[in-house]
């Protein structure tokens, strides 16, 4: 395959959370790769397109957790062959406050329900169009209960991965590949001001986004014609599992 196993050319890539440090990434490196990058996020498109380097006029704002918006985006939205979903929340909060579970229904809504209504919407159109690929995003706390993170934003990433390989089992029969990415600790804004110790990792700093979305337009392109169900794990030798 030579070169060709990160090519996207002529593919059309859906990025949710692309105004956050991963989505951001990701639509600029789907981008340089000849995908044609429909960006997503709560954020106005202005705002997406500052960050994530596409057009305004193919930045949207979207809602993940609203089951509604999602379908009436996709169905207005043309072909899809690939989509990112980088979007989550990771509130920092005490999960013995009065008030907590108002954080967790948020949690779930956003990091299990948005992935399940994206998967919903895209995947009869996909399968329709004779194949495509979903790529998500977990995390080194849906296998180990994170570094810092509360337990909302831990157990939200472990339903994910299983999430996954339910949908894999599913999809693959359909042409459509479904994988996700598991990072450690990103240098972005989830995570600063968090108390992150990135001298204690083994490689002695956290990811570059840059490294996390590297692996997803990995996902989305030929070389990855046989991955399905898999979740990658990106996390500089902080976890093995």
Known sequence: MGAGVFSLQGQRVLVTGAAGGIGSAT?????????QVIAADLAEPA???ARSG???????RLDTSDRAAVEAFVAQA???DGLVDTAAICPADDWMAPDWDAA????LAVNVGGPINLARALLAPMAAQGGGRMVFCGSIAGWMG?????PHYAFSKGGLHAFIRWLARRAAPQGVLVNAIAPGPVETAMTEGR????ENY?????????????????LLGPGAGYAAGAVFDINGATHFR
Do not use: D, N
């Open 47 to 49: 705002a997406i397109a």
């Open 146 to 150: 994170g570094i810092v993170s509360g």
């Open 54 to 60: 596409v057009a305004v006029a193919h930045c949207h």
């Open 78 to 80: 043309g072909r899809i």
């Open 202 to 218: 083994p490689l002695g700093r956290m990811a570059k986004p840059e490294e996390i979305a590297a692996t997803a337009i990995f």
């Open 27 to 35: 639509a600029r490196l789907a981008a340089e790769q000849g995908a």
């Open 104 to 107: 967790l229904q948020q949690v």
């Open 195 to 198: 108390g992150y110790r990135p």
